[in-house]
């Protein structure tokens, strides 16, 4: 009995140890207004490898019921493949690291007063105790404040078309601009001009790779876009050798490995581009703005495709949970 208490309390002391060590860990963001689960708790103690996952996708990029479907299943991937995941969201004004899965569910069903939280909404989202799914920009920072070197999503935001006139450039690329964190994800949406956010990425110094022997970087529904990206990886050890550097050597900003769509889910590039045109022009006539913008286009863009689009979207976030683990799992194993 007495070697089990001593074991209970050494593991407590260890706790409020990691409890400071994250706390302090941060002149970035203050964890007293996060709460980790215990497995994500215990993981990140043994230093077992864990993946970060976004919920904006949960409450705004998909509809219901596959938006549930997807993020249990994504976990699930995350598992098989060696690694705990870590789904972050904002619960009546707390964030949230590991979701169970009944909250979860419950995070994707009831929508009203459910906030797409981009970073700049963190002080009402958080101040009015209200529930909230995070983009890529917000899970970013939450999953440095943990300490978590890996984060999986379907696709980051980007350079808006148009957005040297309407400077509409999602903070998914200026967070990347100042988190060391990889991000593992299919590329950005072709609903965005993908030159100008590969741009926009070099100027914060985000090293982009694409991940196994396609060059382009990827377009998400398509596997191509027509633009190179600046790198190229072939293995989890080589992308999880990126971020290791990164983080040893303290650099300031983020790095994308880009995994293009598997090849039997993929819509080829031009058909894309056609049916994109009118859901973009549609938002701009019907005065959508701001927020709304990326989730009004995805989901025309489900209904013009009639739900193929959206099957695409499924396949491509399953494909980078399998990517995104086998990196944190090669990352692990660097990092002793
Ligand atoms: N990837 C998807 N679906 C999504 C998103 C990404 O497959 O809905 C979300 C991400 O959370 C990303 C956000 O951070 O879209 C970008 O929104 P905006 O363009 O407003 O910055
Ligand atoms: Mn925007």
Redesign the pocket.
Known sequence: LLHQVSKIQTRSSDFSLLSRQLSSNSNFMNTQYIDVSEEVRCALFEGKPVVTL????LT???PNPTNVETALRVQEIVRENGAVPATIGIIKGRIKVGLDDDTLIRLGTVKTDTF?T?YRDLPFVLSQKLNG?????T?LTVSKAVDVPVMV??????V?RGGETTM?I???LVELGCTPVGVV??GV?SI?DIERTLEFLETQGVLVASFGPTKDFPA?YSRESGQLSPYNVNTSEEAAGLIHVMRNSRLRSGLVIAVPVPQESAIPRDEMEEIIKVAVSKANESGIR??E???YV?SQVAKSTAGRSLST?VA??QNNAAVGAKIAVDLAKQNF
């Open positions: 976004e919920t904006a996708i705004h990029g998909m797409k981009s799914g995070t983009t890529v920009s899970t999503t379907g696709g980051i935001g980007g808006h509409d999602s903070a998914d994800c299919s949406k965005l998400f701001g927020k913008i990326t989730p995805l979207n491509l976030i």
